[in-house]
C-alpha cells in the first residue's frame, strides 16, 4: 500500500472502536504517524491495546493516551503530552469521533435533564471547538491541515430517545461551519462526515437500533448498511491535500440512503 501519508501526523479523539478506529487503521496504512484519545476501563484497555498493535504493525509512532478528551480541565495537560510526542512537527489532520451522549426520551420515565442536554452537547458538539482551540493556540497544526468530524442524519431528523444528540450534532454542524470561515486564512479547512446507518457499539445504545438497521436496509438502494471501512475510505480522501477545498460541508458517506 502506498504510505503516501508518511511523516505526517493525525489526532483522533475516539480511536479506540467503531468510525474512529477504522479511520485509523486506514490512515495508518497509509503511514500517517497517530495519536489516539480514547476511554476505557483496565479490563477494556487490555483488549483494546490488542488493536493499537496492530497499528503499530504498520510501522508508524503511536502516543495513545487513555483520558476522557471531553473533561476541559484536562485540555492543558493532554495538549502537554502531544507537543511532547509531536517533537516539533505538526498535525495534519483532527478527526473528532466522540461519542458520549444521553439517550433518553423527552416523555415518560427517565426522561432528559437539563443536564443530560448540557453534557452531550458539549461532549459531541463543543469539544470539537475546544480541542481545534487548544491546539491551534499552542501551533500545532500543519498547513494546510483538515478537522474531520462524524455527524448523523438524527441532527435533522427527529428521532425517539436521540433529542440530546441530535441538538449536539446540530451545534457540530454549526461550529464546523464557523471552523470553516475563521480558520480558512490559516490553511484549515473543517468538514462533517455523515455516516449511513452503520452497526457499530454506538448504535447499539439507541433503543430503537435493530428497527434502525431494517429501515435503512429498505432506504439504501444498495440494501446494504454502511460499515466502518467505508466511513474510513471517506477520511481517508478528505484527509489528502487535494481535498482542501472542500470546506464547511457534509459529507454524506451513506450509499444513497438519505435520499430516500
Not at 467503531?18 to 500517517?32: I, V
Request: charged letters at 20%.
Amino acid at each position: 500500500m502506498v504510505k503516501d501519508f508518511e511523516n505526517k501526523y493525525g489526532l483522533i479523539l475516539g480511536g479506540s472502536s467503531g468510525l474512529g478506529y477504522a479511520s485509523a487503521l486506514k490512515l495508518a496504512q497509509h503511514g500517517m504517524n497517530l495519536i489516539i484519545f480514547y476511554r476505557a476501563s483496565r479490563m477494556q484497555a487490555v483488549a483494546i491495546e490488542a488493536k493499537f498493535e496492530t497499528l503499530r504493525s504498520y510501522g508508524i509512532e503511536l502516543l495513545t493516551v487513555n483520558s476522557d478528551a471531553t473533561r476541559e480541565d484536562k485540555l492543558e495537560e493532554n495538549t502537554a503530552k502531544i507537543i511532547e510526542f509531536l517533537k516539533g512537527q505538526k498535525i495534519s489532520v483532527l478527526l473528532h469521533s466522540i461519542s458520549k451522549g444521553n439517550l433518553k426520551p423527552l416523555t415518560g420515565e427517565q426522561t432528559l435533564t437539563t443536564s443530560d442536554f448540557q453534557q452531550t452537547i458539549h461532549s459531541m458538539g463543543i469539544s470539537l471547538y475546544s480541542w481545534t482551540k487548544a491546539l491551534f493556540d499552542a501551533q500545532l497544526f500543519a498547513q494546510p491541515a483538515k478537522i474531520l468530524s462524524f455527524t448523523s442524519e438524527g441532527s435533522t431528523r427527529p428521532m425517539k430517545s436521540y433529542a440530546a444528540v441530535s441538538a449536539a450534532k446540530a451545534t457540530l454542524e454549526a461550529i464546523n461551519r464557523s471552523i470553516a470561515i475563521e480558520f480558512a486564512p490559516f490553511k484549515i479547512s473543517s468538514n462533517c462526515i455523515q455516516a449511513g446507518v452503520t452497526d457499530t457499539l454506538s448504535l447499539s445504545m439507541i433503543p430503537m437500533y435493530e428497527e434502525l438497521k431494517k429501515e435503512s436496509l429498505k432506504r439504501n438502494p444498495h440494501q446494504e448498511l454502511t460499515t466502518p471501512e467505508r466511513v474510513a475510505n471517506v477520511v481517508y480522501l478528505m484527509s489528502r491535500e487535494e481535498a482542501s477545498w472542500i470546506t464547511g460541508t457534509i459529507v454524506k458517506v451513506d450509499g444513497g440512503e438519505s435520499l430516500q
